[in-house]
């Protein structure tokens, strides 16, 4: 059984910067491929970034958020972070941790990530 829990959300001005985490209860941490979704209120959702098992492949990042986002995580804490630097009104959206099983890669597509978050509102003004 997994649970995720994100935080870290707010309301933030346009340039400035917020960090998302996602605390992931599991007993072997370390063999999920992690990553950080959004949906805007309206529209569909998009993942914004992806994270290998081993984090040992290159981080996956949507174009959009590319050079402004990081995404990383700390085995040892069972935590998973987004950094988010230069916020663009655009970002605004409920954003959603989520986990897939290994074996997994970086690019899986959303549908293979099995195991969600509730959520963290972010919005940009």
């Known amino acids: 059984h997994v649970q995720l829990v994100e935080s870290g959300g707010g309301s933030v001005q346009a340039g400035g910067s917020l960090r998302l985490s996602c605390a992931v209860s599991?007993?072997?941490?370390?063999?999920?491929?992690l990553a950080w979704f959004r949906q805007p209120l309206g529209k569909e959702r998009e993942r914004v970034a992806s994270?290998?098992?081993?984090?040992?492949?290159?981080?996956l990042y949507a174009d959009s958020v590319q050079g402004r986002f990081t995404i990383s995580r700390d085995n040892a804490k069972e935590m998973l972070y987004l950094r988010m630097n230069n916020l663009k009104s655009e970002d605004t959206a409920m954003y959603f941790c989520?986990?897939?099983?290994?074996?997994?890669?970086?690019?899986?597509?959303?549908?293979?990530?099995?195991?969600w978050g509730q959520g963290t509102q972010v919005t940009v003004s």
């Open positions: 989520a986990a897939n099983w290994y074996p997994c890669e970086v690019d899986d597509p959303e549908h293979s990530y099995r195991w």
């Open positions: 599991t007993y072997t941490f370390s063999n999920y491929c």
């Open positions: 994270i290998s098992d081993a984090g040992g492949a290159r981080p």
